[in-house]
Structure formats: structure tokens, C-alpha cells
């Protein structure tokens, strides 16, 4: 079983960063994609980032393109978004997952993954 913990959400002002952390443990696979995906209230669940195992490969939604970086360092076992230029719309619980798959594979709906962390609070005040 693998356990995912993110950290780094928090309160900040609009225009300002976080940096969100997503640290795995446990029975870790020999290479997973990993992802971020966040929740408003009231909305559903959306695909916010993924990177492949190699990290050659990354995919995010239009709305964070240019303003949101996913990298992981798998040495750690942890995966990071660092998030810039951040707007009110973008408050959400920001959850990561994982699944294994192929060195370079992503995937970005979230019924394809097999593991969630707990979620961390981001909130961005105007």
C-alpha cells in the first residue's frame, strides 16, 4: 500500500505562492505517474497536473499553464507543485495521487489513479 502526505497549503494573497509538497511512502512501485487535483466547494474534483516517473513528461489544465510548475524528485519520493501568480479561483482542498505506469506515461482523470493523499487547504484571498 503506498501512503501519500501532502503539506505547504495555506492562506496567501492574491499574486502570491505555494509550494505543495506530496511525500510517498510505504510500498512504492518500481515508476508511477503521479498527479495534483483539487476540489472547490460545491464543484467536483478537477485534474490540476501530472508528471511521469522520468519527469520528461507533464500535462496541466489550461487554467494553471504558465503560472503552476509540477517536478518530483524520486530520490525522496516526493512530488512538488509550485504554484505562482495565484488567483481567488484557484482556493481548493489540492489533493495529490499516484498510480504505476510505464517511464514515461501520464494520465489525468482521476478515476485512473489508484492512491490519494488527504488533501492540503490552499485559500487565496483577494
Known amino acids: 500500500q503506498v501512503q501519500l502526505v501532502e503539506s505547504g497549503g495555506g492562506l496567501v494573497q492574491a499574486g502570491g505562492s505555494l509550494r505543495l509538497s506530496c511525500a510517498a511512502s510505504?510500498?512504492?512501485?518500481?515508476?508511477?505517474?503521479e498527479g495534483w487535483f483539487r476540489q472547490a466547494p460545491g464543484k467536483e474534483r478537477e485534474f490540476v497536473a501530472a508528471i511521469s516517473w522520468s519527469g520528461i513528461s507533464t500535462s496541466y489544465t489550461d487554467s494553471v499553464k504558465g503560472r503552476f510548475t509540477i517536478f518530483r524528485d524520486n530520490a525522496k519520493n516526493t512530488m512538488y507543485l509550485q504554484m505562482n501568480s495565484l488567483k481567488p479561483e484557484d482556493t481548493a482542498v489540492y489533493y495529490c495521487?499516484?498510480?504505476?505506469?510505464?517511464?514515461?506515461?501520464?494520465?489525468?482523470?482521476?478515476?485512473?489513479?489508484?492512491?490519494w493523499g488527504q488533501g492540503t487547504q490552499v485559500t487565496v484571498s483577494s
Open positions: 495521487a499516484a498510480r504505476p505506469s510505464g517511464y514515461g506515461s501520464i494520465w489525468i482523470g482521476p478515476e485512473e489513479y489508484d492512491y
Open positions: 510505504g510500498r512504492t512501485f518500481s515508476s508511477y505517474c
